[in-house]
């Protein structure tokens, strides 16, 4: 007998999605079992095993640090890689008004980081 498709569990997506419903152009993708979130066309925060990982910048990461945040770290090819995402501290997910803030943060840091890519070529 083989054993019915398991519909995955968007909870916490929905749960993300509704907190940060305050932060214009807000779109959701599935991203390699978790999901990727946009605000228009820049990809600023991740969700991953129940965990949300906002994009930092020289300029961000002090604040995630002092709040004891790590890092989204993730194995390719047996090594491990750690990108510029930092997990998203619980009293900030559960404060509409502090995850907007915090996002449109993210927002930022992304774009930082683009703008600062296009200059170096």
């Known amino acids: 007998m083989i054993a019915p498709k398991r519909k995955k569990d968007d909870s916490f997506k929905d749960f993300v999605t509704d907190a940060l419903s305050g932060l214009g152009g807000l779109r959701v993708r599935p991203m390699f079992g978790g999901h990727g979130y946009y605000s228009n066309d820049d990809f600023f925060a991740l969700s ?4 949300l990982y906002f994009r930092v910048d020289d300029r961000t990461r002090p604040t995630y640090e002092a709040r004891g945040a ?3 770290v993730y194995s ?10 930092y997990e998203v501290p619980t009293e900030i997910i559960e404060d509409h008004e502090k995850i907007v803030r915090w996002a449109e943060e993210a927002v930022a840091a992304g774009r930082r ?3 600062a890519k296009t200059k170096k070529k």
């Open 48 to 51: 991953w095993k129940g965990s």
């Open 70 to 72: 790590k890092p989204f």
């Open 113 to 115: 980081a683009k703008a």
């Open 76 to 85: 390719r090819d047996g090594r491990s890689m750690t990108m510029a995402y």
